[in-house]
């Protein structure tokens, strides 16, 4: 068993003694270039595993090759045994595709919730402190 499996969040850097097993980079192109940017800023890189076409990244995983970098989806598929534990503060990105003129009332809420995430990360917009009192 891995020495991380027991935690409840890890940081990306415990992972420099680890193999990491990544899908070649035609798969997955964004997703290999920003794990890539990660691990060049890394004090000790880890290893890198490259899985080939007919492997099975949670097989890989599960038979002791190196840890994986997955959604959190990819936990129904995995052997059972297999333990997933989030990455401290690791968001990527995600696409959304809609038919033009959906008017679902989920969908319009979710665009609301990202466009409303996009502005505020983008200026120097702070939100304020309703519990605080005044004088």
């Not at 598929?77 to 989920?106: C, H, N, Y």
């Not at 919730?113 to 402190?129: F, G, M, Q, W």
């Amino acid at each position: 068993r891995h020495a991380l499996a027991k935690r409840k969040e890890i940081d990306f850097e415990e992972l420099q003694n680890d193999t990491i097993i990544l899908h070649h980079k035609r798969e997955a192109e964004e997703f290999h270039e920003r794990i890539s940017k990660l691990i060049q800023g890394l004090k000790k890189r880890p290893r890198i595993y490259i899985k080939a076409d007919a492997e099975n990244c949670a097989i890989l995983v599960a038979v002791g090759k190196g840890v994986a970098l997955t959604i959190a989806g990819a936990q129904r598929l995995a052997p059972e045994g297999t333990r997933f534990v989030p990455l401290k503060e690791m968001f990527l990105p995600v696409s959304i595709f809609w038919k033009e003129g959906e008017q679902d009332p989920t969908l319009q809420t979710f665009l609301s919730a990202v466009i409303e995430n996009r502005s505020l990360r983008k200026s120097k917009t702070h939100c304020l402190d309703l519990s605080a009192k005044t004088p």
